[in-house]
Structures are given as structure tokens and as C-alpha cells.
């Protein structure tokens, strides 16, 4: 977006502004306290000339070279009077104040035009965000797609080419830590953790921008200072009006040496420029920050880009794409399940195969948005997640077909596949015809805010006969508008994949996504049945609906117009009736 290209330009012209303004506010202090300087000897002159004549006068003038020299000769202590308050007022119209008058008011410009950019940045980004499972859900996603842009627009000044959707990946899960960064283990302190702080010093950016530039001139005191100055020049005369003792003339020399000339004026202003300095450096070092973590995320996208073969090592390189998975993920059963290093590898040769299956095929496509269809054996458990947990970065929607504890048959996992199948088309058959209840619509993940059963899906081993239709059918098939992918052991992988949590496929998926700049609607043919876990039969219609034991799911189809070859390997998977394919429960 242009408003973040030119905020980010706004916000380093922004700290050069600042350090000029504080070194002003700084000279201006020195200018304070050395005319401070002479309305304090003119004060002594006049102490001193009072008890011991024109000799201590001559000797107060060797003392401050020569500057009581025409104090004693004008003789009159009014004369050291008028002096001090014209010396006084004379800073008012000095180049340091005027200089300083001209950078304040630059600084409450460029200030009022961030503020105004934020503004406009917000409004836009408030209009991207999709459909939200909450209001603040919808809030964070706002505030996560600005700092993405501004990370955006940080990044091509530094000429470092991130995808955005890799931004707003990031961000959308750093957000989502806010509030749990206690619950996250040992995993706080990883190197991708500190990720999470972009959360944070985004929300201390905004709020230091959104306090303008001008409301913080006025909090140095500056409109005061012309009024502190008089009153200092007041009473200095006042002073001078009395005629005081030389022990008097000599407590004020050491009162003068111990003060350093320093009033209240001129303290207040290099407190300022302190500030100014202190609150120049934050901004800059929340910037370094968020740059840090653009350069780290173009790292991580150069690591998975380069992944090599399934392998059961771990690189030190491919350990850091883990860490980032652990840092961002809030889900407790993946970050429990990553313990391990076993797993550790599970994971990263997954990667690899979603990868092999859809890198190809997204570039032969000239489309943003593609739909995914992914097949496995499936079952569900008596453990609940949220659906939002199936919706993350660049997934635009996850859909189920089935009700819960039901199994599909070939007949409905090839119309899922090719995108055919419809609501109206739709039996049950087997334990009962008749679902509780029987929503008009397919079961929306991105649209749910209920938690749904958790599932799991494994893969197709080689010792089944469909792994063979489907090694001769090479790699991921495609229909009109969707990428059919098998969860297929590779025949070169010597240990199977594991069964894995629905979720974990959505996050390795989200990941490959948002590296390529692609969207998808994920669609899942596997069963859902309960495969021996207890009947949560209220839990179950709540989310959507349910059938009894063994009953599957099925519609019409002409034999004669599908791929034969690709029904053939459905049949062998899911059977004619539902569940009649082989489920493999693994360790998980």
C-alpha cells in the first residue's frame, strides 16, 4: 500500500527531525545557563562591591575575565539589574530558540501526518480482513494486516523481497500469542519467539505515534520557558537589590560552583532532549526489530525452498523451520506432539511432500486462489478443537462433508474430489437414513465457532493395493478447479508417515501457502467415524450433525463418465460402502 511506503518514509524523517530538535533544545540550554552565568556574577559584584569597595570589585573581575569590569564602572546596581533581564530576554530571540520554534513545528507536521496515515492504513486494512470466528478475532486481524503492511513497506526500503502473505502469517500468529505467552513453555525463548515481540512493539508504536509530535512539544515545557526565564530574572534583581555580607558573596560562589550554573529552565531542557534522544532511539530500535524479523522470515522461506529429500536427520537449518512452526503455533496438541524429534522429522518430511505435490502444480495454474482436495483415511476422536484451527494463513476455508461419526464411500469421496457433489445429491445408507439433523449446507469450517471432534488421518502405505493405483497415477491429480492430493507414503521414504492431527496438516499447508502466495479452499475426503471412542452424540449435533454406528454416506454416479483409473483407486480406498476401506491406527 502507498500509505505504508510513505509512513515508513515518514517515520525515519520523523527520527532525524527529532535528534535536530534535541540538539537544539541542548544549545538552547547552554545558551540559558551561560546567561545564567552572568546574571549570578553580576549579583556577586554588586554582594561584594557593598562590603569591601572597588578593590574586591577588581579582584571579582580577574575572576570571571573581565565580565564585572563594566559592572563596576557603571557602579549602580540597577546597571547589573537592567543587564541580567535584557541578557534574559535576549535568548527569547536567539538563532538556537528560533531554530528550535522551526523544527518543533516540523516535527508537529510530519507528526500529524503519521497520525493521519495510521488512520487511513487502518481503514484500509480493516476493509481486507475475511470473516472472523469473533469481534476479536476480527480486532487482532485488523491490527495484525497493518503491521504487515508497514513490515511490507520496510521491507522494500531495504530492498528485501518477502511475500506479504508470509507477513501476515507471521503477525496473525504472533497476535494470537498475546495472551498465552505464559502457556507456551520452553518455547518462549526461542529464536523465533522473540517474534512475538513484534506484537508488542507494534502496539508501543502505535500508541507513540498516535499521541502526535505536537502533544509532546508541549509536554517539554517550552511555551513556559519565556515565563520561567522572566521569573528568574526577577528574582535575580530582586537579589541584587540587597546589600549582603562577604560571607554571603562567598556561600554564593560555592552555591554557583555546586549548581553549575544550572536553573530550572535549563535542566528542564536537556530532561527534554534526553527524552526526545530516549524516545528516537525505541522507535528506531522497534524498527531494527521489525526488520530483524523480515530478514528472518526471507531466511526461513530460502530454508524450505531448499529442503532436499526425505530424510529422518534434521538439519540445523531445517530445525530452525521447527522452531518457527513451535513459535507460532498456539495449539497445545501440536506443540505437545513436536516434543519429540521423531516427530520433529515427521513433520519436516511432510513438508516435503506437500511440497513436491503442489509446487508444480500451482505454477502450471495462473490463479491466486486454487482448491485443495486432500484424501486420506480418516476417523475422529473424543478430543475437541476449535474450528478456527483449520482456518489459518492463506487457508480461505476448510470444508467437511460428511456428519460426524460417518463414513463415505467411493461413490462421495470421487465427488469430492472432482467437485460434483451436491447437497441434494446426498444418502445415507447402512445404520440409519436419517442424520441428527441434517444441515442445508456442508460444514464450513470458517464459518463454525463451535469446536468440532478432533481428526485424525492417515496415510496410504505401500502395502495396500491403492498405493499402487495411485503411484501409476503420479503425484497429485487434477480435476477442473481443484488439486487432488492422496496422503500417500513416498516409496522412497523408508519409515511411513504417521497419523497426524487434521490441524498439523492445515499448518504445514498453511506454510507452503503463504511461501508461494497462494489461497486455497481445502476440501477433505476421509471418514469421519468414531472408530471405537465414546458416543458424544449432543457434542456431535451441536456442531453439525451425526449419524449411528456404521452408517456412510453416497451419492449417484455414472461410471461411465469418470477417470476410471482414479474411481478404481477410491473403491480399493473407501469401498462401495462406506468404511469398507482399510483405516491403519498408528502411534500419534
Known amino acids: 500500500m502507498e500509505e505504508a511506503d510513505e509512513l515508513i518514509e515518514l517515520l525515519f524523517l520523523w527520527q532525524k527531525q527529532q535528534e535536530a530538535c534535541a540538539d537544539k533544545l541542548l544549545a538552547l540550554a547552554k545558551e540559558l545557563e551561560s546567561i545564567r552565568c552572568v546574571s549570578n556574577t553580576t549579583q556577586l559584584v554588586g554582594n561584594a562591591t557593598a562590603v569591601v569597595g ?11 575575565a573581565g565580565l564585572a569590569a563594566p559592572l563596576a564602572i557603571g557602579g549602580a546596581i540597577g546597571t547589573a539589574v537592567s543587564f541580567s533581564s535584557v541578557a534574559l530576554e535576549t535568548i527569547l530571540s536567539s538563532l538556537n530558540m528560533k531554530d528550535a520554534q522551526k523544527i518543533i513545528k516540523e516535527v508537529e507536521e510530519t507528526g500529524d501526518k503519521i497520525q493521519g496515515l495510521l488512520t487511513a492504513l487502518n481503514d484500509q486494512c480493516a476493509g481486507h480482513v475475511l470473516g472472523a470466528h469473533s469481534s476479536a478475532e476480527s480486532s487482532d486481524n485488523g ?6 503492511h508497514i513490515m511490507g513497506a ?25 495472551q498465552t505467552l ?12 522473540t517474534g512475538v515481540l513484534s506484537t508488542f512493539l507494534f502496539f508501543s508504536l502505535r500508541t507513540a505515534l498516535k499521541a502526535s509530535a505536537k502533544k509532546g512539544v508541549k509536554n517539554l515545557g517550552i ?7 522572566k521569573r528568574s530574572a526577577l528574582v535575580a534583581g530582586s537579589s541584587l537589590a540587597v546589600v549582603v555580607s562577604l560571607y554571603d558573596f562567598v556561600k554564593n560562589c560555592e552555591e554557583m560552583e555546586r549548581n553549575n550554573y544550572v536553573t530550572k529552565a535549563s535542566q528542564s531542557l536537556r530532561d527534554a532532549a534526553r527524552k526526545i534522544k530516549e524516545d528516537k532511539k525505541t522507535l528506531e530500535e522497534k524498527l531494527d526489530a521489525l526488520l530483524d524479523i523480515i530478514k528472518k522470515l526471507l531466511r526461513l522461506k530460502k530454508r524450505i525452498q531448499n529442503l532436499g529429500d526425505y530424510s529422518l536427520d534434521m538439519s540445523e537449518d531445517e530445525q530452525e523451520i521447527v522452531d518457527y512452526i513451535q513459535a507460532t503455533c498456539n495449539d497445545p496438541i501440536i506443540i505437545s506432539w513436536l516434543k519429540t524429534r521423531e516427530h520433529k522429522t515427521d513433520l519436516l518430511n511432510f513438508l516435503r511432500f506437500l511440497r513436491k505435490n503442489l509446487e508444480e502444480e500451482i505454477r502450471r495454474r ?3 486462489d486454487i482448491h485443495i482436495v486432500f484424501v486420506s483415511h480418516g476417523s475422529i476422536d473424543n478430543r475437541f478443537v476449535p474450528a478456527a484451527s483449520l482456518v489459518l494463513a ?3 476455508d476448510t470444508v467437511l462433508y460428511s456428519p460426524w461419526n460417518c463414513f463415505i464411500n467411493a461413490n462421495a469421496a470421487y465427488g469430492i474430489a472432482q467437485g460434483c457433489i451436491t447437497l441434494e445429491q446426498r444418502r445415507f445408507l447402512g445404520g440409519d437414513a436419517n442424520p441428527y439433523p441434517l444441515p442445508q449446507h456442508w460444514n464450513s469450517m470458517r464459518r463454525s465457532k463451535q469446536r468440532i471432534p478432533q481428526i485424525l488421518l492417515a496415510p496410504v502405505g505401500q502395502e495396500e493395493p491403492v498405493w499402487d493405483i495411485f503411484n501409476k497415477l503420479g503425484g497429485p491429480q487434477q480435476s477442473y478447479d481443484r488439486i487432488i492430493i492422496p496422503y500417500l507414503v513416498p516409496e522412497n521414504l523408508k519409515k511411513g508417515f504417521p497419523v497426524l492431527h487434521f490441524q498439523t496438516v492445515i499448518s504445514v499447508l498453511s506454510l507452503v501457502l503463504v511461501t508461494t502466495g497462494i489461497r486455497a479452499t481445502v476440501h477433505l475426503a ?3 467415524g468414531r472408530n471405537k471412542t465414546p458416543l458424544m452424540v449432543e457434542e456431535w449435533k451441536r456442531q453439525y450433525a451425526y449419524t449411528v454406528d456404521k452408517t456412510y454416506m453416497t451419492i449417484d454416479l455414472d461410471e461411465r463418465t469418470v477417470d476410471p483409473l482414479l474411481f478404481q483407486a477410491f473403491k480399493l480406498m473407501f469401498g462401495v460402502q462406506g468404511g469398507q476401506g482399510r483405516y491403519r491406527r498408528e502411534r500419534h
Open 154 to 178: 520496510l521491507a522494500r526500503r531495504n530492498r528485501i523481497d518477502v511475500p506479504l502473505d508470509l507477513l501476515r502469517s507471521f503477525n496473525k500468529a504472533t497476535f494470537s500469542h498475546q
Open 526 to 528: 476421509a471418514c469421519l
Open 54 to 64: 572597588f578593590a574586591a570589585a577588581a579582584v571579582a573581575t580577574f575572576l570571571t
Open 223 to 229: 511555551i513556559g520557558l519565556k515565563t520561567l526565564i
Open 143 to 148: 491490527e495484525s494486516e497493518v503491521i504487515s
Open 366 to 368: 495462473n490463479s491466486r
Open 182 to 193: 505464559v502457556e507456551l513453555g520452553p518455547y518462549a525463548t526461542s529464536s523465533w519467539m
Open 394 to 396: 492463506n487457508i480461505l
